[in-house]
């Protein structure tokens, strides 16, 4: 009775998980001029270093990561790969997911940095909202957890925070954060997304100071608010 019972037990939770979608994990970095990433081969040891441990601790086998670019033409650009992780089916399974994840932070590094197809001109501008367009475009019926690798420093000839935000006060940041998500709500859809926001940098700060950076920070919990995300913040580490 009690084998019967447990085999009743194990068949349906095989049952539910092979009706769950598989998660998809969906990474966006920085590569612009404007973040520390980019700026030593140190700080592109800390990202590959922070991805690493991210990935491992974060995606599960049969889980698939998608990673994409953020710079000047965020919206248009494709993945630089997508990768289905490896199921523990026997025992070979670890040494395949270690060769996975080295194969990830490889293309990482040779298609973000050390050869990259990326120019100059395009890592000098900064386009983040087309990443909610792609999110809503590309993988809308997908089960997806949203890592955003960035300053969140917008700045592009659609609205650059650099060359508005140093002469404004934070309550008109905060009414430009409404008017952007009321011009974008038709086209995207984050209500209830979980979006986790990694920031780059050193001790020694970025060179825009705490003022405008309060601003940044400000804009961006506004429209996530507004938008009805899960926003997680931290430092890349």
């Known amino acids: 009775m009690r084998k019967n019972i447990l085999f009743i037990i194990a068949t349906s939770l ?31 040891k800390v990202l590959l270093n922070s991805l690493r441990k991210r990935l491992d601790n974060k ?17 248009s650009a494709t ?12 025992m070979n399974w670890k040494k395949e997911r270690k060769r996975m994840l080295s194969e990830i932070l490889s293309k990482v590094d040779k298609k973000l940095f050390t050869n990259s197809i990326i120019s100059t001109t395009t890592r000098s501008y900064t386009s983040i909202f087309p990443i909610f367009y792609k999110l809503n475009n590309v993988f809308l019926d997908e089960n997806v957890e949203v890592t955003i690798i960035s300053d969140m420093i ?45 920031i780059p940098g050193t001790e020694a700060g970025n060179k825009y100071g705490d003022s405008f950076n309060r601003k940044v920070n400000s804009f961006w919990k506004t429209f996530f608010h507004e938008a009805g995300a899960n926003v997680f913040i931290s430092d890349l580490s």
Not at 16 to 35: A, P, Y
Not at 59 to 75: K, M, R, S
Not at 167 to 181: C, E, G, P, T
Request: a neutral charge; one cysteine or more; charged letters at 20%.
């Open 14 to 44: 095989l049952l539910t998980s092979c009706n769950e979608k598989s998660k998809t994990h969906i990474i966006f970095i920085d590569i612009t001029l404007s973040t520390t990433i980019s700026k030593a081969s140190q700080n592109i």
């Open 59 to 75: 995606v599960l086998g049969g889980e698939t990561v998608v990673i994409y670019p953020i710079h000047a033409q965020t919206l």
């Open 154 to 198: 917008q700045d592009n000839s659609i609205m650059s925070f650099p060359g508005e935000f140093m002469s404004i006060d934070n309550k008109v940041v905060k009414k430009l954060a409404i008017q952007k998500y009321a011009e974008m709500k038709d086209e995207i859809s984050i209500n209830n997304q979980n979006i986790s926001i990694l």
């Open 79 to 90: 993945a630089i790969g997508r990768w289905k992780m490896p199921i523990a089916k026997d």
